[in-house]
């Protein structure tokens, strides 16, 4: 597949898995299905294609932990109080990974890092024309096309509300304010580790900047904005971590865990205003009485859950009127971590935490060498596991895609390699080669 093609995939394909409601709001359920799969026969022409490179990725221990994950989901199936959704579930899934696999074949890491920088920060000036071409429309405010809503239907399902010239948030063009919010901090977080590594005009850096913290502004997610925080930590005890020997990385890391400590035990002090500042009440939103109701089912089935589903149906038990508020029905635990444990139980718990611990052990490890844009899947990783803690996106779409290529893809340096690495000449560490 010639280069120019390669591209056009990666930014069609980047494009659908990070704006999956908007693209489900503009070309209805059947039109994205069909984007999907045809975005999945791409992705199995380009592993066709690169043979050894997928067979060394599929080969290698770090795809143990991600596959180990998937078949639970499959076997769960056999347990599950919904086995044919189960089965539709674990496709999506698989379905999922085969693209991002794809991403990681298609292109060296930071082209495909570079392509999505150029998808976010499109995504953000799409977002803000569309918010202002709705709210300068005769309505001023859409709905979804192809989709027929009652004369009452609740604010939350329209694509767009208009709000950008009232102070309200905006959903942009990817239809959750949420999920904006933080396509805007990871298109800041992947255009700055471009330009610190000079991919990127560093003259860019500084609009593409405003850019973002405008949609961060405008969308106002506390969990995105804390996520934030999370990732300039990371950065900055990556920093420390570089700037000193072993005894002085035992300091950092020493008083990391101290910091993280403190904050822990004083965060029912902290969180009160700042949820405050933010418009938030203190029950998250909601989301302690959905963790509650989720908690109740985690305890019908403790050991091995409900059975692997995904983004829950809406019309299936114990999920269809599990949590309505305002007359909305809400599909997801509003916690990745809660949401695995409800339906794959104990083990899925297990494989979850042995998957996010092996990606983050390396992304540490890569972290701390200089190799080009080497801190970045670190930052990534502290992106989405922190939004995982209140939101359930870690189980699908664009972030189970990054999940998954970070999870495979991502090398483990050598203990002697030398400060500034040699390329790689193993075609399998995908990340670690420029």
Known sequence: MRRRARDGYVLLALFSLWNGDGMRDLLSWWGFG???????????????HERARTKALLLSWRSVPIALFMALCVAS???????????????????????????CVALPPVRLAALFAVMLQADMVLSLLFEVGVALSPAGRILPFWTDYSANVPGAYYWSNGLIFQGGRIQGFTANANLLCFQALLAAVVTAALAQARVVSRRLLVPALLIDLLVIGLTRS??????????????????????????????????????????????????????????????????????????????????LGWGWIGYWAPWVEPYNRLVIRDGVQYLQAHN????????????????????????????????????????LPLLLLAALLTQGMAESRLLIEGNWALLVALSVALPLPSQSAPATPAPAASEQDALARS
Request: hydrophobic share 60%.
């Open 34 to 48: 069909a984007v999907s799969v045809a975005l999945l026969v791409g992705g199995v022409v380009l592993l066709l």
């Open 77 to 103: 199936a056999s347990w599950s109080a919904y086995p044919p959704l189960t089965l539709v579930g674990c496709f999506i899934q698989i379905a999922t990974a085969v693209v991002a696999l794809a991403l």
């Open 222 to 303: 506390a969990t995105v904005i804390i996520a934030g925080g999370v990732v300039i930590a990371g950065a900055l005890v990556v920093a420390g971590l570089r700037r000193f020997g072993p005894r002085g990385r035992i300091a950092v890391l020493g008083g990391s865990l101290v910091f993280v400590g403190l904050v822990g035990l004083s965060a029912s002090r902290l969180s009160e205003p700042f949820l405050r500042l933010l418009g938030k009440g203190d029950d998250f939103t909601g989301r302690l009485e959905i963790w509650r109701l989720v908690g109740g089912l985690v305890k019908d089935r403790p050991v």
């Open 336 to 375: 990745a971590y809660l949401d695995i444990q409800m339906q794959l139980g104990v083990p899925g718990l297990l494989l979850l935490v042995a998957v996010v611990g092996s990606a983050v052990y390396r992304a540490i490890r890569l972290a701390l060498t200089d190799r080009p844009i080497a801190v």
